[in-house]
C-alpha cells in the first residue's frame, strides 16, 4: 500500500489544470477552462474544469470528478495506479507499507519481473527490425499478414532468433537474476543449460492496464508438429490468464466511447482490427471466458459483443461464458464469422466499413442463440427438449441482479414463446433454480429482492400517501444536498470569534438521523468527526473532494460542481435584485401587489451593501428550510396517522403533537421570512 505521506504528497502537488490539460486541449473562460469531452464525441465543448474547486464537469455526458478520478477515468487505472502515475509525473518517490515480509517479497519479485520483460520486449523488437534472420523471417511473416508497420511498433511486436540462448546470454550479461528469468518462462533449463523458450517464434507482449509487459504469448512460423504453435508464459506473480484479456491496454479508451467491447480469441485477431480502425476490441487469448475477464469488461462498458469462428468449435466456445456474463449484468451478443474465416481474415477480406456493418447486421442474442442451437441439437426428441428448458430456465436464473428484474422476465416471456410452453411454468422453473442457489448461500436474487420490493410497495399503498407526499419526500434530497454543500463549501471558515461555520451548523442540526440519504449521512458523519478532533485538514473541502472512498469523493464533487459561475458585473448589478426576485415568487398572488412597493425601497436602500458578505444569510436559509422541509414532512406524517382509528388517548397525543409541529414551523418560516414553501 502507498504510505499516507506519499499520497498527502501527491495531493499537494497535483494540479488539476496541468494533469487534465495533458489529454485535453483547453481554453480559458472565466474563472473556469473549457475543452471538447475526452470521455464521448463532441464538436461543441462542454468539458469544464475548475481549478479553484479542484474538479471537473462535462455537461454533456455527465463525468465529472477530481484530478485522480480523472486519470482513473481516462487510463481506466486502479486508485493506487493512478496515484503512482501522478507521484511519476511530479518525481514523488513512492513509499510504501507492507503488512508482512512476505507481501515485501511479493512486491519486489513483481518489480523485478515488469523489468525482466521490458528488457525482452526491447530485445526481441530490435532481433526484428535490425537483425537479418528478424527482417527476412519475422517480419517477412508480419508483411504477408498484412500488418504495417505503425500496428506492429504500437504493439511492441518482436521475434525470437532460432539460437540456442540469444537471449539468454543477453540477459545473463545484464546480471538478472537466473531465477526470475526462470519464471518469467522467457527461458527454460533443459539438461542443466539455459536456453531461450521461445526460438523461431513471433513475440507478441501482453500488457497489463497500466502498459507495462505481464508476460507473452509466442507464435511458431516453421512446421513443427510437435511443438504447440503457441507458447504463453507460465503463471507467475504478475502473470495469471485467467485475469488478462490481451489489447486491454490499446482498447481503454474506445470501448469507453463506443460504449462496447468487442471480443475475439486471438492476437492477431485484436491487431487486425485495430489496424481496420476497430480499436475497442480485446481478446480472451482462445481460452474459456472467467469472470475476471469479465470483471475487466465491466469496468469499460455493459454492452460486450463476441465475435468468433462460425465453425462448431468456435460457437461452442462462445457459449462457454454465458452464463457467467449475464451474472456480471452484461449485455451480450454474438457475431459468428462465416466458416473458415476469423476475424482477421475476414475484416481484410470485407474491409472496415462493411466488417462494421457485418458486425452490425448480425448481432444475436446470446440466450436466444443457446436456445436456438440447443432445439437444433435436440431435434424433435422430447427428452431432449425437457433437457433444453432445463438449461434455458438455469441460464435465465442467473440475471441476479435487481436491476436487470425487468430483462429477467422478458426472458422468460420470449423463451416460453420458443419454446411453446406456458410461461407460468418456466418462470416457476426459474424460481425453482434461483431457490437452489439460495439453498447454497449464493448471492440474493432478483424475485427474492423484487418480493421485498413488493411488499414495500405494498406498505406505501397502505399510508395512502398522494403526490403532495412524494413531492415532499423526493425534495427533502436537495435540502439535505444543499445542507451538505453549504457544509463543504463554508464550514471551516469563522461564524463569529468563538466559533466555525461548522459548528453552528452542527448547533443547529444536531441529529443524523434528521438526514435520508445515506451518503450524506456518511459525509457528514466524517466531517464532525474530524470537527472533534479539530484536525481541519479533514474538514477541508479538498479532503472529501480526494478522498479514498470514492462515494463520498462523487458526492462531494457532485455537491460543489455548479454550471455557471456568477460574473463580477453580475454580482454587481444583480446580487440584491435575486434575493429581491426569490421573496416575491415565494409570496403568494395576493401579497404580490401589496408588498412590490415596500419590496423595491427596501431593495434600492439595499445596494448600499452589495459588497457585504452573503454568507452568512446563505447558512442561516440553508439552516431554516432544512428544518421547514423536516417538520413540513413529519406534520404530513403526523396528519396521515390522525385519520386511522385510535383510542382517544392515541388520538390526543397525536393532536399535541400537531400542535407542537405547527407551533415549530410557525417560528421558522417567522425566522425564515417565508411565507409559502412549495
Request: proline share 2%; with cysteine.
Amino acid at each position: 500500500m502507498i504510505s499516507p505521506n506519499t499520497i498527502q504528497e501527491i495531493l499537494n502537488r497535483i494540479d488539476i489544470i496541468d494533469v487534465v490539460g495533458g489529454f485535453v486541449k483547453l481554453k480559458r473562460r472565466g474563472a473556469n477552462y473549457l475543452g471538447l469531452c475526452p470521455f464521448h464525441n463532441e464538436k461543441s465543448p462542454s468539458f469544464t474544469v475548475s481549478p479553484a474547486k479542484e474538479i471537473y464537469k462535462c455537461f454533456g455526458c455527465g463525468r465529472s470528478g477530481n484530478t485522480i478520478s480523472f486519470i482513473m477515468e481516462h487510463e481506466k487505472y486502479s486508485y493506487v495506479d493512478a496515484l503512482k502515475w501522478l507521484a511519476n509525473k511530479y518525481g514523488i518517490e513512492i513509499e510504501e507499507t507492507f503488512a508482512s515480509d512476505e507481501q515485501r517479497e511479493q512486491q519486489q519479485a513483481a518489480g523485478s519481473l515488469f523489468i525482466i520483460n521490458s528488457f525482452a520486449q526491447q530485445f526481441f523488437t530490435k532481433i526484428l527490425f535490425e537483425s537479418e534472420e528478424g527482417q527476412d523471417i519475422g517480419l517477412s511473416y508480419l508483411k504477408e499478414r498484412g500488418f504495417r508497420d505503425d500496428v506492429i511498433v504500437k504493439f511492441q511486436l518482436g521475434y525470437s532468433p532460432e539460437q540456442r540462448d540469444a537471449f539468454t546470454k543477453e540477459a545473463l550479461a545484464k546480471q538478472f537474476n537466473r531465477d526470475l528469468l526462470l519464471k518469467t518462462g522467457l527461458i527454460a533449463n533443459r539438461n542443466d543449460q539455459l536456453v531461450d523458450n521461445y526460438r523461431g517464434r513471433i513475440i507478441f507482449p501482453v500488457h497489463n492496464h497500466s502498459g507495462k509487459i505481464l508476460g507473452f504469448g509466442a507464435r511458431i512460423l516453421k512446421s513443427n508438429d510437435k511443438a504447440p504453435k503457441y507458447i504463453n508464459t507460465p503463471e507467475n506473480e504478475i502473470y495469471v490468464k485467467s485475469k488478462i484479456l490481451y489489447g486491454s491496454w490499446f482498447a481503454r479508451q474506445a470501448i469507453d466511447k463506443a460504449d462496447e467491447c468487442l471480443l475475439v480469441e486471438g492476437y492477431t485477431d485484436v491487431i487486425s482490427l485495430h489496424q481496420a480502425g476497430i480499436e475497442n476490441v480485446v481478446a480472451s487469448g482462445g481460452t474459456s471466458l472467467t469472470q475476471d475477464q469479465l470483471r475487466i469488461v465491466k469496468k469499460y462498458t455493459n454492452n460486450l459483443t463476441i465475435i468468433y469462428d462460425g465453425d462448431a468449435a468456435g460457437i461452442k466456445a462462445a457459449l462457454r461464458g454465458l452464463d457467467m456474463a449475464l451474472e456480471e449484468s452484461l449485455n451480450v451478443k454474438l457475431v459468428l464469422i462465416p466458416d473458415k474465416e476469423d476475424p482477421d481474415s475476414y475484416v481484410n477480406k470485407l474491409g472496415a466499413n462493411s466488417f462494421k456493418e457485418f458486425i452490425q447486421k448480425n448481432k444475436k442474442d446470446f440466450v436466444l442463440f443457446q436456445l436456438e442451437v440447443a432445439l437444433t441439437d435436440a431435434a424433435g426428441d422430447s427428452t431432449k427438449k425437457a433437457e433444453v428448458v432445463n438449461q434455458v430456465a438455469e441460464t435465465i436464473s442467473k440475471i441476479n441482479k435487481t436491476e436487470d428484474f425487468t430483462r429477467q422476465q422478458d426472458y422468460i416471456r420470449q423463451c416460453s414463446e420458443i419454446l411453446k410452453i406456458d410461461e407460468g411454468g418456466l418462470h416457476a422453473l426459474v424460481n425453482k433454480f434461483i431457490r437452489n442457489r439460495i439453498s447454497t448461500q449464493e448471492k440474493a436474487l432478483p424475485f427474492e429482492e423484487a418480493k421485498l420490493l413488493e411488499e414495500n410497495a405494498g406498505k406505501a399503498a397502505a399510508t395512502d400517501y398522494n403526490d403532495t407526499t412524494f413531492n415532499l419526500l423526493f425534495k427533502d434530497e436537495l435540502q439535505e444536498r444543499e445542507f451538505a454543500r453549504i457544509l463543504l463549501e463554508h464550514g471551516n471558515k469563522k461564524w463569529n470569534t468563538d466559533q466555525l461555520i461548522a459548528n453552528y451548523i452542527f448547533s443547529e442540526i444536531m441529529d443524523e438521523s434528521l438526514f435520508d440519504n445515506p451518503e450524506i449521512i456518511k459525509l457528514v458523519t466524517i466531517y464532525k468527526e474530524a470537527l472533534l478532533r479539530q484536525d481541519t485538514q479533514k474538514t477541508d473541502k479538498s479532503f472529501f473532494i480526494y478522498h479514498p472512498d470514492t462515494s463520498v469523493s462523487a458526492l462531494a464533487v457532485s455537491l460543489l460542481n455548479f454550471p455557471y459561475d456568477e460574473s463580477d458585473h453580475w454580482k454587481r448589478e444583480f446580487s440584491q435584485s435575486t434575493g429581491y426576485q426569490k421573496k416575491l415568487f415565494e409570496k403568494s398572488y395576493e401579497d404580490f401587489m401589496r408588498t412590490i412597493t415596500q419590496e423595491k425601497e427596501d431593495v434600492l436602500m439595499s445596494y448600499s451593501k452589495m459588497d457585504e458578505d452573503r454568507t452568512p444569510a446563505e447558512i442561516e436559509s440553508a439552516i431554516n428550510y432544512f428544518k421547514l422541509r423536516k417538520v413540513k414532512r413529519m406534520l404530513l406524517e403526523n396528519q396521515h396517522d390522525m385519520e386511522k382509528p385510535h383510542t382517544a388517548q392515541e388520538f390526543e397525543t397525536l393532536h399535541r403533537t400537531h400542535e407542537h409541529l405547527k407551533n415549530m414551523e410557525r417560528d421558522i418560516v417567522q425566522k425564515a421570512g417565508t411565507v409559502i414553501i412549495k
